[in-house]
């Protein structure tokens, strides 16, 4: 299996525009995800009979394999971007909302309490203290649910979407494997530098745990 | 829509449907021939390699980037390239699905071994047992739990992805996918969608019921 470099060399705007709409449908998954688990898993760690039936049920909406997510969306929102970005929403949401509860479940009674002692009221107490103690635990899951959109946007390319999955299906055609290499290549490159630019945002947010260290 | 939904209830449950070399209950079949295969090699590579990391403490960086590799991996290009390197048959579809499962397998594994408390291995060794026995009779029997686990979401990725590889010419329940999408019948891409993802789920429910059942009497 050798590389053709002359096709990557006269393919250099398509790779490049592949690459832009495969993050871009990555990462607006990922802020997607973000915002709805949120709200959802502040309501999982402060109403406990609620909890096991939200955790639960995004565990089942996890196990759905992705092709399936997507076709399944099919006769609602057809083949478009519209489609691949909720399939992708739903499994960061997941990832998300795990990890969400697991750092607010995290967060000292104690530190809470002091809090309430203070007079901050709970939606401060939430903003100010727990989310940024909760912080740390968070960006591990935004850190695994980027990894995991930025692979699984290929699987859109059977739906017509997919980014730098296209290029795998070309390869697949047409019996060429330098598009599929290149994809593979781009594809784990782009994980590599998000999960390593995560990494640095985390150490700016998280002040506290530098001077400590 | 819903004559969409009435169509789609009538090709699932036709008698027609389900039988034939073409039918249900025979790609059904393929497909979890395929996927329990695949993880009993991956398992065949994984569980000694999570055992041993976990046992010695070496390997460790490895163990934890697996994991991360294996998320980072995208499945359909893995599919293709091993698919135009390897040419028509099953072997290349074996080994992009065991290269998904080996991490869900080693990670947990080794998770599973170093939640075991040092103390425990520590009386282990004092009371005279060998490294081996310590491995095989302490921390196997311990880790057990989290073993079990990694087979498990290794199963169910595997299923998932045996759906992908129906796109290089394989059987198995993907294959209503694909020729529903090249033939534009989209009952046939919805049967084949819904199909598959009842799969995942029942035997992910069931196994993991399976494993609440098995370590019922375990606290912790």
Known sequence: MTIDWSWIADHTDDLTSLTLSHLEAA????????????????IAHRVRPLRGFLLGASNVLFTI??????????????????????????????????????????????????????????????????LPLALPVIMAGVRIATVMSISLVSVATYIGDGGLGQLFTDGFQRNFPTPVIVGVVLTLLLAVVADALLVALQYVLTPWKRRRA | MYELFKNLGTWLVSGSQWSGPDGIAH???????????????AAAIGLPLGLLIGHTGKGTFLAINLASFGRALPTVGLVVLVFLAGGLSMLPVYVALVALAVPAIVTNTYAGMTAVDP???????????RGRQVLLRVELPLALPLVLTGLRLALIQVVATATIAAYVSFGGLGRYVFDGLAQRDLVQVLGGAVLVAAVAVVLDLALSGLQRFLFRHRTA
């Open chain 1, 27 to 42: 990462l607006t998954a990922v802020l997607l995800g973000l915002l709805i688990s949120l709200p959802l898993a502040v």
């Open chain 1, 65 to 130: 394999p992705s092709i399936a997510i997507f076709v399944l969306l099919l006769p609602v929102s057809g083949l478009t971007r519209t489609t691949t970005v909720i399939g992708l929403t739903v499994y960061s949401l997941v990832v998300l909302l795990r990890n969400t509860v697991e750092g607010l479940d995290s967060v000292p009674v104690r530190v809470k309490e002091a809090a309430k002692a203070m007079g901050t009221r709970p939606l401060r107490t939430l903003l100010t203290v727990e």
């Open chain 2, 27 to 41: 790609r059904l079949a393929e497909h979890l021939q395929y996927s329990l295969l695949a993880t009993l090699i």
């Open chain 2, 119 to 129: 103390d425990v291995k520590d009386a282990a060794r004092g009371q005279g047992m």
